[in-house]
């Protein structure tokens, strides 16, 4: 089947997590992946946990998938060099260390568009490349909490969180890549490349702002209000007898309809709940109520009373539940791949479902340096006894 992505190659510097999910986004639509990794052990995050039986890692599995492993040593002026050949025949480029690394091996976007206008390069960062905080080093947490999220996650009066995954990192990633494709675009109308720099702190403080814009107005300090949305009531996870309630409710109607699911048609005309602008004002009132109901019946009860009037709403399922999820099952976002060394592996499916050209990663990982002839020799032109000798040197 066709691939939306066929025929563009990515020249892939990236490590660990953010840039990794970029690329793999850009793999799994079909884009030739070359990923560089150092000589001898590759990417660092071949090591991180959780590892396979065998060994390998999953996080590494995960966003690595078939993507083309070379090595090369950037500290390196031959590796600079043959970095820079590479770049030539290179459609996109990505990278996502710290600011000022690729510029001093020589191979910042000033340097590669004189070799190569067309190119699309892409730098994913903690913080970006302008501004007083663009030389810090960042991981996820620090960007969720510089972009506000751990400062409006948790409850009223616990601790500040961080989301249960790497969400500046993902963010990062998926943003690089939608950026990416929207460069691709203008290039085939204008034959011009460009540079993208991507933020994870944007990224986060992006998903933040838009429920507290009014901040601006009323200078007051969001709280965080744990389950629940700032901006409509009810919404959250509610206790029932043998777990949680998740119910969401937006419009005006879909209010009348949990009073019905409830038994609460005395409260229909009720102008401290009528519009979503008073539930939220009295927020605790709302969920005083629908509280007291859920806490009655099982989890199971309330569900079906609920859909029974069509409230969105869905029990709150544990890690194991989700995993044996018909729905994901049935989609294939659980899918079984046989990795060289780790055998039958369970994987993440394809989010992409496209009909003509869906998301593919049923794809394995490369081995460190798998397709060093292939590129070396098939792309740049490096005979055997030159490719030798860059080994000896540890150049490759």
Not at 243 to 265: F, H, M, N, S
Request: charged share 25%.
């Amino acid at each position: 089947m066709a691939k939306a992505l066929e025929g563009v190659r990515v020249l892939d510097f990236t490590q660990y997590f953010s840039g990794p999910v970029g690329t793999m986004v850009l793999s799994e639509l079909g884009a030739e992946i070359i990923k560089v990794e150092m000589p001898g052990k590759g990417e660092p995050e071949r090591l991180a946990p959780p590892m396979t039986p065998k060994h390998e890692s999953y996080q590494f599995l995960s966003r690595n998938r078939g993507k083309k492993s070379i090595t090369l040593n950037l500290r390196s002026p031959k590796g600079q060099e043959i970095a820079r050949k590479l770049a030539a025949k290179a459609d996109v480029l990505v990278e996502n260390f710290a600011t000022g690394v690729m510029e001093r091996l020589g191979l910042g976007y000033e340097e590669v568009s004189k070799i190569n206008p067309r190119i699309i390069y892409a730098s994913i960062s903690g913080f970006g490349h302008t501004g007083p905080r663009r030389n810090d080093v960042s991981y996820d947490v620090v960007g969720q909490a510089m972009g506000g999220l751990m400062s409006v996650t948790g409850y009223p009066n616990g601790e500040p969180l961080k989301a249960g995954v790497s969400l500046a990192d993902y963010m990062g990633g998926y943003n690089g890549a939608i950026a990416i494709l929207a460069a691709l675009y203008y290039r085939t109308v204008s034959g011009e490349g460009q540079s993208i720099d991507i933020s994870m702190q944007d990224g986060i403080w992006a998903m933040v702002f838009p429920d507290r814009a009014n901040y601006f107005d009323n200078h007051i300090v969001p709280k965080r209000i744990g389950n629940r949305l700032s901006s409509s009531a009810p919404f959250g996870a509610y206790n029932a007898k043998d777990g949680y309630v998740v119910i969401c409710t937006i419009t005006d109607p879909q209010w009348q309809k949990v009073l019905q699911a409830i038994g609460r048609e005395d409260l229909s005309g009720d102008q401290r709940y009528a519009t979503r602008e008073n539930r939220t004002k009295n927020m605790d009132e709302v969920d005083g109520v629908v509280q007291g109901w859920c806490k009655e019946r099982t989890v199971e009860e309330a569900v079906a009373a609920l859909n029974k009037f069509q409230v969105p709403c869905s029990p709150l399922p544990t890690f194991d539940q989700v995993a044996s999820d018909p729905q994901l099952l049935s989609r294939d976002m659980i899918v079984e791949v046989d990795q060289p060394v780790s055998g039958k592996v369970k994987l993440i499916g394809s989010v992409y479902k496209m009909s003509k050209t869906p998301g593919d990663r049923k794809k394995i990982i490369p081995a460190v340096g798998e397709h060093n002839e292939e590129i070396y020799g098939g792309l740049l032109g490096i005979d055997a006894q030159e490719m030798q000798k860059l080994k000896e040197e540890s150049v490759i």
